[in-house]
């Protein structure tokens, strides 16, 4: 299973995520677009991703899903 966001519950805050700093392969990513209301967004590097669940587990939101 892989990560999966639900963006509405994320407030896409680069300082706060507790899945970035959760990831041990770094394959949680903050991203600046400026198209997004909130300035940014929080994306998964699938290539990285080892689909261990750790940001799952620790988002402070629940908002990524493991599907
Ligand atoms: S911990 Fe979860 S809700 Fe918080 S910014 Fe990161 S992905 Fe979004
Ligand atoms: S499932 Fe594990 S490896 Fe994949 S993004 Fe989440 S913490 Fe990182």
Known sequence: ???SLIKR???A???MCRAILA???Q????????LE???GKIVFDY???DECGKC???CCGQAIEMR
């Open 1 to 3: 299973m892989k990560p």
């Open 9 to 11: 519950r994320c407030p």
């Open 13 to 15: 805050q680069q300082t």
């Open 23 to 25: 990831c041990p392969r």
């Open 27 to 34: 394959a949680v990513i903050y991203i600046v677009d400026e």
């Open 37 to 39: 209301p909130l300035g």
């Open 47 to 49: 290539e990285k991703c």
């Open 56 to 58: 799952a587990a620790e």
